[in-house]
């Protein structure tokens, strides 16, 4: 089975401070992808050091084919020795799934792993290994799709503890929370600030603690198809229009632009109908054609999808608000929407005709600048660590 | 009658919205919403000159100024 993941992480800075003392590494080999998570002791600057050399230090070396003793050893012998406390410390998880799937968690002193299947929490085993005098759990095992597993600082369990709740967010009723959120979305990101926003509420908005949730989704690859604009040559529609229906059945198909969808429309000789709906006031309402996953207008819709996708990339923006824009039923938020959660790989199908009358200086938005867009649409996409390739026509 | 506004990206920037509004406004207030019946459309291919509406094909550009006045000529003249 070819796997593919979805990873994401939300943190929370403990109130008042800069820095997180959580951080995560995502990293990906030629046969697997691993999600690191380490807590540095204490807060601030000293707990980000902590945690970032960590994580590097980690990821690095799991890089390039060191054991696990190695790793540790290293860490050990690297940290900066806390003056206060005397001792170098910070907690880690390590997740690495392989292609063909397999899956190996490490973990060292974090909350266990909330590890979910079909809806119900599995029990990961307990197999302590010592390693240089710290106590590591292993656990090796086979992924199945709509597999979804959780990484988590302590910062999650500390939620709320002595005010909203005695003892804190027991581990137990965060995996409860978890398995409730799981049905509910297929995001790795979503179910991550899910868990993320919950801590908040608990801690009154006030974190005690660095909280962090990372999350690695188990998913089908699913390609997006994305054609916008029509051929500098007008010949050469029919190809433009024929490479951008292929793929295979999960394919996803969106065109973005009136006049390519008009293009679309001819050559598959499909009806296309456009509706009246203003859902947004400054986003062009969306139209339907059989078959075709997502009908827009063009470049004002793709430029408010860029904005979306640039603020999903800043990790500290997302909020549950920034979901519920997702969720609107405006054109760029169905794009984004699907760019984000429905999206492994996309191919972008690009015409460079010029409409001559996008080139008035009298409209209050310039409209000449798709190409712009699509280059800076591919970088971010990117970033997100989903592979783009864009043709031109 | 069928009516339809060019809701593309250069009449979307001309006003398609308002337009659109003030049509359905006025279709209602005259009761004729059996005899009109209002549709979106993407590019019509005369971006220049304004917002492109159609009535049977027949071709008008209009901007959110002129809509009242069209309404009444064109769209309740043919009825």
């Not at chain 1, 939300?10 to 800069?18: A, D, G, P, R, V």
């Not at chain 1, 996708?309 to 519920?324: M, Q």
Request: with cysteine; net charge negative; proline share 3%.
């Amino acid at each position: 089975m070819g796997v593919t993941v979805d990873v994401a992480y939300k943190s929370l800075n403990k109130f008042t401070e800069i820095l997180c003392g959580d951080k995560v590494e995502i990293l990906k080999t030629a046969d697997s992808n691993i999600m690191i998570l380490a807590d540095g002791m204490g807060s601030g600057v000293k707990a980000n050091i902590l945690a970032t050399l960590t994580s590097k230090i980690l990821g690095t070396m799991f890089l390039n084919g060191a054991t696990l003793e190695e790793c540790v050893e290293t860490i050990v012998e690297t940290l900066p020795i806390c003056q206060v406390r005397q001792v170098a410390y910070a907690t880690f998880s390590i997740l690495q799934v392989f292609h063909n799937g397999d899956a190996y968690l490490v973990e060292f002193d974090n909350p266990g792993c909330i590890f979910i299947r079909n809806g119900r929490l599995m029990k990961i085993p307990e197999n302590i290994r010592e390693v240089k005098g710290k106590k590591i759990n292993e656990y090796r095992f086979q992924v199945q799709k709509g597999d979804a597993l959780l990484l988590m600082s302590d910062g999650t369990i500390h939620a709320g503890v002595g005010r909203l709740l005695n003892f804190g967010w027991v581990w137990e009723d965060i995996a409860d929370y978890a398995v409730k959120q799981y049905s509910l979305t297929i995001s790795a990101m979503r179910l991550a600030s899910a868990v993320c926003q919950a801590c908040d509420e608990l801690y009154e908005y006030r974190p005690g603690d660095d909280t962090t949730v990372a999350c690695m989704r188990i998913i089908s690859s699913k390609s997006v198809h994305l054609m916008t604009g029509p051929a500098q040559d007008a010949s050469r529609d029919n190809e433009m229009v024929r490479s951008w229906m292929g793929g295979d059945d999960d394919t996803r198909r969106i065109v973005c632009g009136g006049t390519s969808a008009t293009i679309v429309s001819r050559v598959l000789n499909k009806s296309l109908d456009v509706s009246m709906d203003y859902v947004d006031p400054e986003i062009p309402p969306i139209a339907y054609m059989d078959g075709i996953d997502l009908v827009t207008e063009g470049v004002l819709t793709l430029n408010r999808v860029l904005q979306l996708l640039k603020r999903y990339v800043k990790k500290e923006t997302i909020s549950e608000e920034f979901f519920l824009e997702l969720d609107k039923p405006n054109g760029a938020s169905m794009v984004a929407k699907m760019l984000i959660e429905d999206c492994t790989e996309l191919h972008m199908y690009v015409g460079k005709a010029i409409n001559s009358a996008y080139q008035n200086p009298g409209l209050p938005f310039d409209l000449g600048i798709r190409q712009n867009l699509v280059e800076q649409l591919k970088n971010t996409v990117e970033e997100m660590g989903k592979p783009v390739t864009v043709t031109y026509y | 009658m069928k009516v339809s506004i060019c809701i593309g990206s250069a009449c979307h920037l001309r006003g398609s919205r308002e337009i659109i509004q003030k049509l359905q406004t006025l279709v209602k207030a005259n009761n004729v919403a059996d005899k009109v019946d209002l549709n979106g459309a993407f590019c019509s291919g005369n971006c220049v000159n304004g917002v492109c509406v159609t009535i049977d094909g027949e071709l008008f550009s209009l901007s959110p100024e002129t809509t009242e006045e069209f309404f009444n000529k064109e769209i309740m003249g043919r009825l």
